[in-house]
């Protein structure tokens, strides 16, 4: 069967050949990476039956990749996944401008499932999966799906170039390995604050529910569950490319102007949403949006993999509790185990306030910088959750949590987005909230 995937980004790409003829053909070239020969032995049979399909070179080992793929430019590389080798992986990472652009598009080939092999290939960019032995079938429309893809990039840019805006795309995870700690409030009110702010300057917001069993992102918001990413999943059937016309039909806007991709109503239907089709979702997000929040489940499975393969900046949320902090170490820990880059990584201290028993300064000191801290406000905060309505609603920048997310939501903000938090609005509320209660807990 056909199992798509992606990691860090999904990656489909083109580039073709056109032979002078009576008709132009479009002659999809093929480099296939190759250990296992007798594994793969079939497959390079079955490419010469593939019309429109020319497998021009194979390479054994790393300089080969690199001579072939210089040599013949080729849309798209065939790897297989038997190799431990780390400069092949690296490699084909490096080709994420040319995949990016249309040139180029990766497709994994493996005789066992094994988990920790795709994911690597993942990390290097791979669109697609195939376990083999394969169908002459399934590797023709592989390769050909991936194609199309790349003409539709190809075609995107060629709209770009003409003065359409691309979204920025920039995904932010809000995550804790602890329930209870205010993640999916946090997430919420900063998705709402961001849409607010950005509203009036055409820049796009969304917010992903990806605690797929229990997301309460539709509760905060006052949302009934009608359309989910349950239905879109069950709308996509196999894992594929998602066009944003069809996830759109599974979009609820609030009034603030923020699109929601709501969790599935019901617990069971979580499983449907497999680590494979969360990856197109999240490719569609990021193209289509300039900001992608994401509240996640509190503990790491296959899907949050895939969400922290597509995020640009990852937030963990801490309280100033013991367990909280024994939780972050761990957490901070396995982020490191993933290979996930420091810079990447931002904490958010919630609910602070004076004499908690842990030292503010202790886990920066022992951990990571605080890069932001929420102050406590559980009338607010309760009162906001119990009537479905996010408490930044009114922009009163001159109530503590309210600014505070005032000021998460411009530190998060891309570069030329940044002028549409007004400064000026920020001094004319008592200063910066961040820094009069991290001297409050340090008291």
Known sequence: MNLPVRGRVFLYCCGYRVWQDKMSVKV????????DRQLLAPLEAQLKEIPEVELCAKALDYEQLSDSYKKIGPDIILLDLSFDDDSIYSFLSSLETQAASGRLALIALAGSSDM???????????????????????????????????QSIVKNSSIVSNGKRVPSGKVITIFSTKGGVG????????????????????????????????????????????KTIHGLVREMGEPAPLSFEVMNNFITTH????????????????EEVTMLHLGY???????????????????INDTDLTIFDWTDSLFIVATLEVTTIKNLVLTVEIL????????KISLILNRAYQKMGVECSTVEEKLMKISCMIPSDGERVVASLNSGAPFVADMQLDIPIVKSFYELASMVACDEDKSHFNKEDMAKNKGNVFDFFKKLIKK
């Open 336 to 343: 490191k185990d993933l290979q996930i880059p420091k810079d």
């Open 281 to 299: 979702i999240m490719e569609c997000l990021k193209k289509n949006y300039d900001y992608v929040i994401v509240d996640t489940i509190h503990h």
């Open 255 to 270: 009034h603030s102007g923020l699109d929601i991709l709501l969790a599935p109503s019901k617990p069971q239907f979580a």
């Open 116 to 150: 920790n092999r795709i994911r690597k290939a993942m990390k290097a960019g791979c669109a697609d999966f195939l376990m083999l032995p394969v169908k002459t079938e399934e590797i023709s429309s592989a390769i050909k799906s991936a194609y199309e893809n790349n």
């Open 28 to 35: 999809i070239k093929i480099l296939l990476v190759e250990k």
């Open 183 to 226: 993640k999916s409030t946090i997430a919420v009110n900063l998705a709402v604050t961001l849409a607010m702010f950005l509203k009036d300057s055409g820049r796009k917001v969304a917010l992903l529910d990806g605690n797929f069993q229990f997301g309460d992102v539709g509760f905060m918001l006052n949302l009934k569950p009608e």
